[in-house]
């Protein structure tokens, strides 16, 4: 059996496969589609059996879950605290992506397995129409930019701003098309209805953002702190100073799930 140990960051992941028994060099990938695409190419190619990375917020999620649909891979997804537990077991003294990556690879090795669970399918389904949905909405406020920039000047012919309107038009109509069919979604499993109900019981939230809220909140992992929520939704304050000379107010660091931060934008207002 051969293992490989992943350790996920927001924008990169670092890879170890073990080779002869032991950890080969590691290799550098983008965290992206195209990214996971070509570590799966790596794994099929050097015959990887049981891949190991950590539960790191969402940046892991979409990894994990390629590689599950995968065949004739096993995926497990390790608790922060266990693999840290595990690197002290080894006296580990040096922490870095690499390392953290190599020692995921032995954890799969010597360590009892236990089979990631992706999350079902009707949550994957609502967090790709959340998602669409948040793209569309993106789209509408880009063209009405548009109109209303192209509006100011006297030179643009009224055609123009018809096809703009239009398109406006038909982005809306896909807006509610999307709605009405994820709301069928949730309505047809029982836990997602329970869940969306409470959500519109909230002041300020209403049927999209309880759409993408359920689509980035459910997929993520029960046990998570407060703190790796507000993290993971980029919401944690982020410091600015350098010596004596320059020093900015604290802003959110914007690091992490931009869709949940997002969902949140209007409601928060």
Same mark, same amino acid.
């Given at each position: ?57 969402? !940046? ?135 869940? !969306? ?61 931009? !869709?949940?931060?997002?969902?949140? !934008?209007?409601?928060?207002?």
């Amino acid at each position: 059996m051969i293992v490989a140990g992943i350790d996920v960051g927001a924008k990169k992941l670092v890879v170890s496969i073990e080779k002869k028994g032991k950890p080969a060099k590691p290799q550098t990938f983008e965290n992206s589609p195209q990214g996971h695409r070509r570590v799966l190419k790596v794994f099929r190619k050097a015959g990887v059996d049981r891949v190991i990375l950590e539960a790191t917020g969402t !940046y892991h999620l979409d990894l994990a879950i390629a590689l599950d649909q995968a065949k004739g891979l096993e995926v497990m997804v390790v608790n922060p605290k266990a693999s840290k537990r595990y690197a002290e077991a080894r006296m580990s003294r040096t922490k870095t992506d690499a390392v953290d990556a190599a020692l995921l690879c032995e954890f799969g090795r010597h360590m009892p397995f236990e089979p990631w669970r992706c999350p079902p399918e009707e949550v994957l389904a609502l967090r790709a129409c959340s998602r669409l949905l948040a793209g569309l909405n993106k789209q509408r406020t880009q063209a009405k930019n548009r109109l209303h920039a192209f509006s100011q000047s006297r030179s643009t012919p009224e055609f123009v701003l018809e096809e703009i309107r239009q398109s406006i038009a038909q982005i809306e109509e896909q807006i509610q098309r999307l709605e009405t069919q994820t709301r069928v979604l949730i309505e047809e499993h029982a836990t997602l209805s329970r869940i !969306y109900q409470r959500l519109l019981s909230v002041k300020g939230i209403a049927t999209k953002s309880a759409i993408q809220l359920m689509g980035e909140l459910l997929v993520l992992p029960d046990d998570m702190s407060a703190k790796q929520w507000v993290a993971m939704a980029g919401l944690d304050p982020r410091e600015h100073s350098s010596g004596s000379s320059v020093e900015k107010k604290a802003r959110i660091s914007k690091v992490g799930n931009k !869709y949940l931060r997002m969902a949140l !934008y209007m409601p928060a207002l």
